[in-house]
């Protein structure tokens, strides 16, 4: 991705307060499209705050996922806004709402797509790592890989599972660095980033020294030992994965429609960009 979370906080937000003055307007199917419309377009700027480090600005957009989504009565984006509240909860360390979200999005899971259904199951492995349950992140995570050769929807968003190669391992080796096993997040790690699959991160406002947060719990090395320099977080893919203490966006506001002056700036090369340019950026994000 060439655009960090800074330089599309703007746009799409803007994009979004265009559609809503289109709801209020719109009747029959038109109106349930464009919910539908909003509530992706609304995942994606709380998924832009969140990427950037701003939690506050994060919670009110995933708010707003949520809200729009019931308004949409589609199954698929109710239970996809769960999994973006359980995104929130999981960087915020409070696993047991972590699980709560998901289990909440899998309640109807037979009425919602297999991508949904692997989301929630992934999210709901982090937030049990979080509790400090590894039998049940192995057997969510293995769940949820029974379930990749089934997706095979057209929806926009929630793509990355089938479009990082190693999406799961790479989520298994998160829970199990989070749980304290370092030689085992450790080996995943190794083959996940030989294969040549990690995406790349797209926290462009993390300091390029951070390290990934994965401790070494063996007896060969010193308790709370970071991951070696060769796993440095710039090329890691793990949003869930934010360093505690690193300090939000400056410049940035978290409630909705409001941005500071230098966001204006940033955004002012890319704020005529069209609908249809941004749908692509949307597609391409695909939303975590």
């Known amino acids: 991705m060439l655009l960090g979370p800074h330089d599309l906080i703007g746009t799409v937000s803007a994009q979004y307060q265009l559609i809503d003055k289109l709801i209020r307007s719109a009747q029959g199917e038109t109106r349930r499209g464009l919910l539908r419309v909003g509530a992706a377009y609304a995942a994606l700027v709380g998924w832009l705050y969140q990427d950037a480090g701003d939690m506050d600005g994060a919670a009110f957009w995933r708010g707003v996922t949520q809200e729009i989504a019931m308004r949409s009565r589609d199954p698929h ?3 996809y806004s769960l999994v973006n509240q359980a995104m929130v ?3 915020l360390g409070d696993g047991r709402a972590v699980i709560d979200l998901c ?3 899998l309640d109807d899971a037979d009425r919602v797509v297999p991508k949904v259904r692997i989301m929630a199951m992934q999210q709901q492995a982090h937030g049990a790592s979080l509790t400090g349950d ?3 992140v192995d057997r969510l995570i293995d769940e949820a890989d029974g379930l990749l050769p089934r997706v095979d929807d057209d929806l926009p968003w929630g793509n990355a599972c089938r479009r990082t190669p190693g999406y799961l391992e790479v989520q298994r080796a998160t829970c199990y660095g989070r749980l304290g096993l370092g030689v085992e997040a450790g080996a995943l790690w190794s083959q996940v980033l030989s ?3 990690a995406a790349q991160v797209r926290l462009r406002s ?3 020294t951070v390290i990934c947060p994965i401790t070494w719990s063996s007896a060969s090395t010193t308790p709370g030992q970071t991951v070696p ?3 440095p977080a710039s090329s890691l ?3 869930s994965a934010w360093p505690t203490g690193v300090k939000k966006s400056a410049g940035w506001a978290g409630s909705h429609g409001r941005k500071a002056s230098k966001s204006r700036t940033r955004c002012a090369a890319i704020g005529a960009a069209s609908m249809g340019s941004i749908r692509r950026i949307l597609v391409l994000l695909c939303m975590g």
């Open 229 to 231: 320099a060769r796993y």
């Open 237 to 239: 893919s793990i949003r």
């Open 195 to 197: 294969d040549g699959t």
């Open 206 to 208: 993390m300091p390029p």
């Open 77 to 79: 984006l109710i239970g």
């Open 134 to 136: 590894r039998s049940a």
């Open 89 to 91: 909860r999981t960087d």
């Open 103 to 105: 289990e909440a999005a």
